[in-house]
């Protein structure tokens, strides 16, 4: 069956820094990967996608990477802030009989302190 | 303002009732999909919609159903047949493009 692996325990760094969050995925080969961000008590909210066919995305202070054959996602934040402190969840599209839909893995917290 | 509107926001059910869930959308997505979140766990999908008038199930749809009569609403209903059904739940539309969530409706039984 199909598993998207991340980081369980939360993530804490120092403001300023890099954070970095992973996610893994088995047993088969979406064409695209994406990010969100999700706050207590709201909805996720859409950060990034990159597809198969690209190794690397960046918007503003987020980078993503996609490595196809390792069958990971890198995550970066930098020059991290406290605003960026949340739940971030990785996704990815399985293909089914009626289209795609999205498959989330359980989230990494992330904490950034001052 | 356009987006993915759900409501209730808290919703409290008793033993044994059905109670349904409302999520309209004005971004003219044909794509509607609903999640299930439980504390410290990922999204489970339970019901999506490519089109008006199909749905599919998702992971858990058992003691679910749903409804796609218009293209702006994909009401969920969570029946009596749902043993456990205290959870976070989500709405939203899109492709793949990035899904647009709406702000959930928490759901207790008492």
């Known amino acids: 069956s199909q598993k998207i692996e991340q980081n369980s325990e939360a993530l804490n760094i120092q403001e300023g820094k890099t954070a970095t969050l992973t996610c893994n995925y088995t047993n088969y080969s979406p064409a695209y990967l994406q990010w969100y961000r999700q706050d207590p008590g709201r909805g996720p909210v859409f950060l990034l996608l990159i597809r198969e066919n690209e190794k690397e995305k960046r918007k503003e202070r987020l980078k993503v990477t996609f490595d196809t054959t390792l069958k990971q996602s890198l995550f970066h934040i930098t020059a991290s802030q406290p605003a960026d402190s949340a739940t971030y969840l990785c996704?990815?599209?399985?293909?089914?009989?009626?289209?795609?839909?999205?498959?989330f893995g359980k989230g990494t917290s992330l904490l950034v302190t001052p | 303002d356009g987006g993915i509107t759900q409501s209730p926001k808290y919703l409290f059910r008793k033993e044994g009732q059905n109670v349904t869930l409302s999520c309209e959308q004005n971004l003219n997505h044909d794509a509607m999909y609903w999640y299930r979140q439980d504390p410290g766990q990922g999204l489970r999908l339970i019901y999506y919609s490519q089109i008006v008038n199909d749905f599919q199930k998702g992971d858990i749809a058992e003691g679910y159903s749903v409804s796609r009569e218009k293209k702006e609403s994909f009401p969920l209903t969570v029946t009596s047949a749902q043993k456990n059904p205290t959870a976070f739940y989500l709405c939203a539309g899109g492709t793949g493009g990035g899904y647009t969530f709406g702000s959930g409706t928490r759901l207790t039984v008492v």
């Open positions: 996704a990815l599209a399985l293909p089914s009989n009626s289209g795609y839909a999205l498959n």
